[in-house]
């Protein structure tokens, strides 16, 4: 895939400006540099909207330092901390795959496999030539208990395997929509995959 050129300007639209003034709003006088988790956000939801792909460009960071009264590094130094902020353009459907050690004991080298043979990608980094998928391996989601965790766009997917991630993006491919974001296997939050074992209901007064 060809990817997205640097642009050589950005102004926040009428509907991001609004968030920023919120933003900025929340924080004192002169500690406006504390909206800057909020506005790199704000910016990369807007590019995502006029473009389809989720990033901050650079020039987005030059005028949340700007406006932040900032040096530019220090933006830069957040933006590239995080892994919420992307960098560069991304696919329609980011697929961030954890791998840690509850996600990998779970089979998170499966959901890897997966997303590389049905996005058509190979490596993690990597934007498929359709332009729909971006894979990154990322660290802990903080969804262990229903690991593994393929984290698509915002939405959070839980009890992943092999199976599960291909339907989904193979669905993503025909022109489908996400399924509803939580357990993939059907359990309840994080109850037990084969039900409750404590804390049944009480059938009878106890003495």
Not at 92 to 111: A, F, M
Not at 168 to 187: V, Y
Request: with cysteine; aromatic share 6%; net charge negative.
């Amino acid at each position: 895939m060809t990817m997205q050129a640097e642009p050589t300007s950005f102004e926040f639209d009428t509907e991001s400006e609004g968030l920023v003034l919120a933003a900025i709003a929340c924080y004192p006088a002169g500690k406006q540099a504390s909206a800057v988790m909020p506005m790199l956000d704000i910016a990369q939801r807007q590019v995502a909207r006029h473009t389809g792909s989720a990033w901050v460009p650079r020039v987005a960071m030059d005028v949340i330092a700007k406006r932040l009264g900032m040096a530019p590094i220090r933006v830069y130094e957040v933006a590239t901390f995080y892994l919420m902020y992307n960098t560069k353009p991304v696919g329609k459907y980011h697929l961030q795959v954890c791998t840690t050690t509850p996600c990998w004991l779970r089979g998170s080298d499966e959901v890897v496999s997966a997303c590389k043979k049905h996005a058509g990608i190979s490596e993690f980094g990597e934007t498929s030539e359709d332009g729909l998928f971006t894979m990154t391996e990322v660290e802990c989601l903080g969804g262990c208990v229903n690991a593994p965790i393929l984290q698509i766009n915002d939405d959070y997917f839980e009890d992943m395997d092999g199976a599960r991630t291909q339907a989904m993006l193979e669905n993503l491919k025909a022109g489908g929509a996400l399924p509803p974001a939580g357990s993939t296997a059907g359990r309840s939050g994080s109850a037990p995959a084969a039900g409750l074992t404590a804390l049944l209901p009480i059938s009878e007064p106890v003495e």
